[in-house]
């Protein structure tokens, strides 16, 4: 082979390399992925996790309801010590210490039903609540028997029934419900008992 067919051969290779050379890309990049390790997932970023664990909400009707008979129960609380120190008639005193032992029991488990939902309740009765107590505080004897007996053991009972029932056809939470039909029965039997001491007041 003379020099000039020596060259010729060599630049027929240059040029074969060069063709084959796209096609052999392609292969060369399978068998590095293969060979590549898989990259791990990302994280769960931490915020998304929360989301992911969050309680539902408590429906703000249902909170407000929470709330009313929780200063229901307050009241009654409040009210029901002043009887205790206050009334003439050893009968209405009774009942004082009944409203404050039966309504700090339905007020400890509204208040455990309210924690698990994270529902904030009232520490204190409202306004209004807070009016007819401080009228009490001023009488005594059989002028607080029958104040106390009318606003509190017969008014204030009857509307706290109402919104016993109210919750019990209107909110869609399960324990709420519940909490409400093992309520009410203990405020109707204080308020038969309120209608009865009202009765034998206005028959003296």
Known sequence: MNRQQATRLHVLGFAAALALGPALLPNAAAQQAQTSPTAPAAPQPPAQRATAQKTPGVAVADQRMMRDLAQANLAEIETGRLAQEKAGSEEVKRFGSQMVEDHQKALSELQELARGKNVELPTEPDAKHKLVATGLKALSG??????????????????????????????????????????????????????????????K
């Open 142 to 203: 059989e002028a607080f028997d029958k104040q106390y007996i009318r606003m509190v053991g017969v008014t204030d009972h009857r509307q706290t029934v109402e919104k016993l029932q109210r919750v019990e056809r209107e909110t869609g939470d399960n324990d709420l419900r519940a909490y409400a039909a093992k309520t009410l029965p203990v405020v109707q039997k204080h308020l038969q008992h309120a209608e009865g001491l009202h009765g034998a007041q206005a028959r």
